[in-house]
């Protein structure tokens, strides 16, 4: 019975995450102590600190308070929000886009990083180096109109699976997250996404997903030129990349975009660190949460040598100033949204 | 009678709009009736369409019903927000600035453009070009940390005079158009500021005069460094132009940062007009209202032939495609709210 309830309010969670973006709604807090806001948590100290550490800044009578506007908490995307294995979910869009282009252009056949691409050979694909992964992406990404790219990204989702776990991208999302991202936003934080990924490539689809409005994802840029066009106004996406919102990035971007410094901010790789260590200089009370992948059966177990995110500086640096860090196989009772229907 | 209840309703909406940044409230649809949303606007074409509009696409059971997700307003500042005139008011502080500065730079006597500043010789100022604008900027705007830029301004904003209507520049908005935005967001529309201002200027102190927080303000970008500075990590403003927001900038960077077409769009000069062409391309029904400065004895006159905010092409293209366009001395009662103190 206690079972039955626990997934129907995650259910509820979930329809909640889908219809109201950016909702201001309050849990009822007269059943405040008897709905747990976070079911997909084990019982263990990483939930009873995010949840310790969301009451006290929440409670007007706390010297912690913090005011709504300051509320913003900011969530890295792959490896944090969804998975990253074994490569980047952008870079099998950027593949299938290659393989549904293949048939105007045949010299792919033999150019490099389009052979490889085309021979389905995973080992030769990395060889090509930043230069033949930047070819990938540019082709793939740019020479088209921002509604022409979000179009393609849109049907794509709609039928690509993932290489190993055969299911869309869309529902390898962590379920404890969307349940925290559902929480923080019930207690009047706003949400978030400060990605390396392409931020149209995100818009595209992920908004319904977590319940984050486009206006509230930042990611990578292509750059972009605006066209007249007669009356029929376009936005190009064109061959360079505008904007690298990874490392140092981040910080500079959220400060660019949102002019406010992160209160709560969760990442999983070196890459979020300096976002990290940002949102630990404020002046509110904050809060650090990192994600460690730990689970090699349930999702991947990777950290310090991994080529995809990495984790080794953040590591440290989470245990020596005593940020929480997820460990995925113990804190998680489920990952994927769809484990709750079996 | 009426006037005091006018007036009274005019001070609680200034109220609302300092308190309840981004909200969510709607009117009392019951007073709706009785209670007039733009007091300070005259009976007129301009202030019927804007209410049509509105009460047209909040309307649920009309075809041209825009959902909440969607409703994005975008302003430009200068001009059209507040006066722009003899000069940007950023450029006075960045005079004022240079006089704070100069007992540490005795150079400066007898240097351009600063010699022009510290000698008050206005009419030598514009003649040192872009260049001289640009190294005034670059020398009062940068070089320190995003912190003490803050700070500066808003202690500026303390005390600093306008020349000639010798008020706070604070209090040089215009009251018509704060009752237009809480307007807007009473109707569940996002109000943004899109303006060729400094982003950091704006931020530090127009979001309690315009009850719109940081995160919905758009501006130019000075080049920021990220500095981890042993565990107190600060950005620091550099000296170069990482963004310029105007013309082709302004739908250019709507789409970066928003990632959504806007449907209400509001400026004053042609630096305004691709962001009004973005928003006219919109497939709701959407708005496109010009500012136009005929008020040479409340405001200023300007349009076609000035030097600051020019307005031409827009004008044309206003008429042409039968956009709004405010005649500032016939459609607004007053111009700032502390005339109506009087």
């Known amino acids: 019975m206690k079972k039955i309830a626990s997934i129907l309010l995650v259910l509820l969670v979930c329809f909640a995450c889908k219809d109201n973006a950016d909702s201001k709604e309050t849990l009822d807090t007269t059943s405040m102590e008897v709905v747990d806001p976070l079911p997909s948590w084990n019982e263990s100290t990483t939930k009873e600190n995010i949840i310790a550490y969301v009451t006290d800044v929440t409670n007007a009578e706390s010297e912690n308070f913090i005011p709504i506007a300051d509320r913003i908490s900011t969530f890295d995307n792959d490896g944090n929000l969804w998975s990253e294995q074994p490569a980047y979910f952008q870079l099998f869009f950027a593949i299938d886009r290659v393989k549904a282009l293949a048939g105007d252009h045949p010299e792919w056949k033999t150019e490099q990083p389009f052979k490889a691409v085309l021979d389905n ?44 776990k055969n299911v869309g991208y869309d529902e390898l999302v962590y379920q404890p997250m969307l349940e925290l991202l559902g929480y923080l936003r019930a207690n009047d934080f706003k949400t978030y996404i400060v990605s390396g ?75 979020d660190l300096q976002m ?39 590591l440290d640096q989470a245990n020596k100033d005593g940020w929480t860090v997820i460990n995925m196989a113990k804190d998680w009772k489920v990952i994927y949204p769809y484990e709750l229907k079996n």
Chains 1, 2 share one sequence.
Do not use: C
């Not at 082709?139 to 190993?164: C, I, L, R, S």
């Not at 029929?232 to 140092?248: C, E, H, M, S, V």
């Not at 349930?298 to 500086?313: P, Q």
């Open 121 to 164: 050979d995973m080992s030769a694909l990395p060889k090509q180096g930043m230069r033949g992964l930047m070819e990938l992406i540019m082709t793939t990404h740019t020479g088209m109109t921002t509604e022409e790219f979000d179009t393609t990204v849109k049907e794509w989702v709609k039928t690509a699976k993932h290489p190993t």
């Open 197 to 271: 990924g392409g931020v149209d490539f995100m818009r595209a689809f992920v908004s319904p997903v977590y319940g984050i409005p486009s206006e509230q994802i930042i990611g990578s840029r292509i750059t972009t030129e605006f066209d007249y066009n007669d009356g029929n106004p376009r936005i190009i996406r064109t061959a360079g990349l505008d904007y690298n919102d990874d490392k140092d990035g981040k910080p500079l971007n959220i400060q660019k975009i949102i002019g406010k410094k992160p209160v709560f901010s969760s990442g999983n790789s070196d890459g």
């Open 276 to 314: 990290m260590q940002w949102a630990a200089s404020n002046t509110h009370k904050s809060f650090m949460l990192y994600v460690h992948h730990t689970d090699s059966v349930r999702e991947w177990a990777y950290d310090r040598d991994s080529h995809i995110g990495k984790l080794d500086k953040g």
